[in-house]
Nanobody, 124 residues
C-alpha cells in the first residue's frame, strides 16, 4: 500500500499561483497512476488532473486546462500540481490519489489510495 500526504495549500488572491505537493510513502509511487481531485463545500469530488506512472502522459479537466499542470518526480516519490491563474471557483480541498490502473483515469472510484487533503482558498 501507499500513504499520501499533501502540502502547499493556502490562501491566494485571484490570478495568483500555488504549487501543491503530494509525498508518498510505502510502495514506490512510480508503480501507480496518480491524480489530483478537489471538493468544494457541499459538492462532490471532482477530477482535476492525472498522470501516468512514468509521467509521460497527463490529462486535465477542461476547467483547469491551460492553468494547472500535473507532474511527478518518482525519485522523490512526489507528485505536484502547479496552479496558475487561480480563480475563486478553484477554492476547494485538494486531494492526491494513487491508482493501480495502468492508464490515467478520471473516475474517483478507480483510485485506491487517498491523501488527507489540503485546503486551497482563492479570494477575489
Amino acid at each position: 500500500q501507499v500513504q499520501l500526504v499533501e502540502s502547499g495549500g493556502g490562501l491566494v488572491q485571484a490570478g495568483g499561483s500555488l504549487r501543491l505537493s503530494c509525498a508518498a510513502s510505502g510502495r514506490t509511487f512510480g508503480s501507480y497512476v496518480a491524480g489530483w481531485f478537489r471538493q468544494a463545500p457541499g459538492k462532490g469530488r471532482e477530477f482535476v488532473a492525472g498522470i501516468s506512472r512514468n509521467g509521460g502522459n497527463t490529462y486535465s479537466a477542461d476547467s483547469v486546462k491551460g492553468r494547472f499542470t500535473i507532474s511527478r518526480d518518482n525519485a522523490k516519490n512526489t507528485v505536484y500540481l502547479q496552479m496558475n491563474s487561480l480563480k475563486p471557483e478553484d477554492t476547494a480541498v485538494y486531494y492526491c490519489a494513487a491508482s493501480r490502473r495502468l492508464v490515467v483515469i478520471t473516475t474517483q472510484g478507480a483510485y485506491d489510495y487517498w491523501g488527507q487533503g489540503t485546503q486551497v482558498t482563492v479570494s477575489s
